[in-house]
């Protein structure tokens, strides 16, 4: 009787204990997983410090101040004259320009960029920014061409014109001129003209 109570509690002992008792393979494999974990974590840990500082770096680039950038004279008389050069294009339409292109290239578009120069280097750093050039055209036998003025009052500063003129046993000429707001747009100031034909030319933008 001894015997057999001896057996059933060497079972139960056994039964007890099982849960507790961890081999040691089992348990240096669990150690290195740990390891393992904790390095991961340490590093997802500094990837997050790095990325983070990154963020601070484009945060702090994108609030820094805005600079407004500085045009030269040069980029002003190049911009108006670019778009003064179209418009005398358009005016005069594709029948008239593709006879007198050569002329209009080499007479009259150079003196027309030294006219613009001069209007800019005469006004103020603050107002030149804002000169601009009409784009309303006027066709048929109408004379304005372009004009430039300041896009904020919208007050005319020099007006571009190119007139029709017909001289006996000659022909037809072009004529190219201008008038400045300082005379009150009186005075024809002029720029060149370009020989056109003894026939009538075609109306303008034509």
Known sequence: ???WIRKVFVVLIT???LGIYIPPAYAEMETAENKEVASKDHADHVDLENDDA??????????SPF???VFSTEYYV?????????????????????????DF???????????????????GEEDVPYYEVTEELTPGYGEKIFTVLD??????????DVRRD???GEGYWFNFHYHLNEDSFEEHHSIGEIYWDKNTPPKWMS
Do not use: C, W, Y
């Not at 990154?54 to 945060?59: A, G, L, R, S, Y």
């Not at 190049?78 to 050569?102: L, N, R, Y």
């Not at 960029?113 to 209007?119: F, G, H, K, L, Q």
């Not at 896009?151 to 571009?160: D, S």
């Open 54 to 63: 990154h963020k601070t770096d484009v945060v702090d680039e994108e609030v």
């Open 1 to 3: 009787m001894n015997l």
């Open 151 to 160: 896009g904020r009052t919208k007050e005319e500063i020099a007006r571009f």
């Open 105 to 123: 290239e080499r007479d009259i578009l150079p003196k027309v960029e030294e006219v613009i120069a001069d209007i800019i280097s005469e006004a």
């Open 67 to 69: 600079e407004e950038p």
């Open 15 to 17: 039964i007890m204990t």
């Open 166 to 168: 017909i001289r006996p």
């Open 78 to 102: 190049h911009t108006i004259t670019e778009q003064a050069k179209g418009q005398m294009v358009t005016k005069m339409g594709p029948k008239i320009i593709d006879k007198v292109e050569a």
